[in-house]
């Protein structure tokens, strides 16, 4: 079973011609076959976290350590990361233009398998996967992400999910702008991958409406750079009736 492992992570960021420290020492395992919430208030650092592990420049790892069964996950670039069996859906997804969904999804799946999908399956698997997220068949043709709405978006990345089969996969906020039905139809796909038992699940959102659909096996509470309280499901709940106070007090969250 895989496993990624982070490990005393401090990660900074350049902003107005200064160095500011966002991640100060982050510990974390997760195991395929386990679904981790991070829950914490908006800008304790949970996008920064997800944005280190999946290798974007603008932040630099000043400390600690990112390793997928042993392997150094930062000495990877982007491709091996994902051949390696991670999937980082990021909080806003960037626009690929000239390029459809439907060749997107079919690179990525060459990609990371190492050989082209046999043309016959790959369009069953396509379609499956596409009826189970309620998404009209038309939206294979459409460039990726280019004027999605937030629903179409998150539901893009579910997609891809179910049909790249990681071994690790980090959501962030994939339940941002959805409504109810939406929720509940991404839910469901996190939930069809995650009950393979092959995936390894980070899911981090600010808010525990999404917890009410994906029952997370350990729940962490992210605050000002760290996590500062880990436990099982149950803390969602606390979360839910107390709110983040508790753990922002005195600290300068946005
Ligand atoms: N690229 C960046 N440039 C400047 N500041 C950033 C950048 N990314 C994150 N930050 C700052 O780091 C802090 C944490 O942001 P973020 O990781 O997005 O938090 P969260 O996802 O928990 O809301 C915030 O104060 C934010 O302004
Ligand atoms: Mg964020």
């Known amino acids: 079973m895989a496993t990624l492992e982070i490990k005393d992570l401090h990660v900074t960021v350049e902003a107005d011609n200064s160095t500011k420290e966002i991640l100060k020492g982050v510990d974390l395992t997760v195991k395929q076959g386990e679904t981790h919430a991070i829950m ?3 800008g304790s650092g949970k996008s920064t976290l997800a944005y280190s592990i999946a290798g974007h ?3 630099t790892i000043t400390q600690g350590t ?6 150094d996950v930062l000495e990877m670039s982007v491709d091996e990361r994902a051949r390696a069996g991670m999937f980082l859906a990021m909080q806003y997804p960037v626009e690929v233009p000239g390029v459809s969904v439907s060749n997107f999804l079919r690179t990525s799946a060459t990609a990371i398998r190492g050989e082209a999908p ?3 399956t790959w369009v069953k698997e396509v379609k499956t996967a596409m009826e189970q997220l309620q998404m009209d068949p038309a939206f294979a043709e459409r460039n990726v992400n280019e004027g999605f709405s937030g629903g179409e978006k998150k539901r893009h990345e579910i997609l891809q999910m179910e049909l790249l089969k990681p071994k690790i996969a980090i959501l962030d906020e994939t339940d941002s702008g959805l409504d109810v039905d939406a929720l509940r139809q991404v839910s469901e796909g996190v939930n ?3 009950e393979t038992g092959e995936v390894g699940t980070l899911l981090i959102t600010h808010y525990t409406r999404i917890l009410r659909y994906i029952k997370p096996d350990f729940v962490h509470v992210f605050s000002q750079g760290r996590i500062v309280e880990s436990g099982g499901p149950e803390l969602a709940d606390k979360l839910e009736a107390e709110g983040y106070e508790a753990y922002t007090k005195g600290g300068a969250s946005a």
């Open 66 to 71: 990112v390793t997928l069964d042993g392997e």
């Open 118 to 120: 046999k043309l016959r």
């Open 40 to 42: 914490g208030p908006n």
């Open 57 to 59: 420049p603008k932040y």
């Open 192 to 194: 069809r991958v995650r």
